[in-house]
């Protein structure tokens, strides 16, 4: 009922009259202002007078399905968006829809995560209403050796829908880790349920920080994370960014199934700022210094150590030791 309540309010753009509602939702007065009510509790700026009824004033930049799903142009990702003021984990959420077998494209997003994760089991700080903390349940039809090139789909639909959107230049360090100025701004987090020959179903979380200022982030973390508030200047909008990026992650997602992988790993290469780069590397095994050469067709790092060897990374840890 709150649904058509604010689709009606934001269709008329002027005075929607009380009888109107009540008439064409088939409710009592009284229903109408208890709804009315619970989207002003969500931050709906409704103005309510005598003898004109109700206008729709300002939306909340608060990652609701309605908000997000309006002008949503998609193929797959966003068929489905479910919202939650907080969770401990997107990923964890969207792996327990996924094994329930909704559909594929369905996002999960929160306004804030207090068990949130991050690459190599550490956590992401996802503070309230200063990020977008999301997951998209992918069923891609490939053979599971192929779902590693998931990660760098992600990483460079979230760059380019950074760059187009906001104009900052985000880079992607190996394999996906957005940065700015060679601080990050953006981790990435892809897990999969797989059999042996078949994808049953993958979760691409995403951790951006948009609004988040220096003093906010953990001490820990200060020196090495940023945000679009510190990148800009400026408050961003966190629901078109958000649409921005899925627009993104659809069409990189469409292409890698449609066309394969190279045409994802020529943007990727594009946008990369490990390549050419001195790096220390650290594996489950040992760690050592070398020197990013490229990446090859399935998207693994090829490094130059001192000695002259020639290693190909599949996971691990980068560090850039010189950054652009």
């Not at 309540?5 to 109408?32: F, N």
């Not at 619970?38 to 004109?52: H, P």
């Not at 948009?210 to 909008?237: I, K, M, W, Y």
């Not at 890698?256 to 020529?266: K, M």
Request: charged residues 25%; hydrophobic residues 40%.
């Amino acid at each position: 009922m709150k649904r058509k309540i604010l689709d009606m309010l934001k269709q008329q753009q002027t005075w929607v009259s009380g009888e109107q509602l009540c008439r064409e939702l088939g409710v009592s007065r009284t229903a109408v202002w208890k709804h009315i009510g619970s989207l002003r509790e969500d931050g709906y700026d409704i103005e309510a007078r005598a003898n004109l009824g109700y206008r729709l004033r300002r939306v909340p930049d608060t990652p609701f399905p309605a908000e997000v799903i309006a002008g949503l142009d998609t193929a797959v990702v966003g068929r489905r968006v479910e919202y939650y003021p907080e969770v401990a984990s997107t990923n964890e959420e969207a792996r327990q829809l996924a094994q329930a077998g909704c559909a594929e494209g369905t996002v999960v997003v929160a306004d804030a995560q207090n068990g949130g994760k991050g690459r190599m089991g550490r956590g992401w700080f996802s503070p309230r209403a200063k990020g977008l903390w999301f997951s998209v349940v992918l069923r891609p039809p490939v053979n599971p050796m192929e779902t590693p090139q998931v990660t760098m789909v992600a990483a460079v639909a979230v760059a380019a829908a950074l760059r187009e959107h906001t104009g900052v230049r985000a880079g992607i360090k190996w394999p996906n880790d957005i940065l700015v100025k060679g601080r990050k701004i953006c981790g990435i987090l892809v897990e999969l349920n797989a059999e042996a020959d078949r994808v049953n179903f993958m979760v691409a979380g995403v951790g951006l920080n948009v609004n988040v200022a220096r003093d906010e982030f953990p001490p820990e973390v200060r020196d090495t994370a940023t945000s679009l508030l510190q990148e800009t200047g400026r408050h961003v909008p966190r629901v078109p960014l958000f649409r921005a990026v899925l627009a993104q992650l659809d069409r990189w997602y469409g292409r890698w199934l449609e066309e394969g992988f190279a045409s994802v790993l020529d943007a990727w290469r594009r946008l990369c700022v490990t390549l050419d780069c001195p790096v220390t590397v650290h594996t489950m095994r040992d760690s050592f210094h070398g020197h990013a050469l490229d990446v090859d067709e399935t998207g693994a790092l090829l490094v130059r150590t001192p000695e002259g060897q020639i290693k190909r990374l599949l996971a691990g840890e980068v560090t850039l030791r010189r950054l652009y």
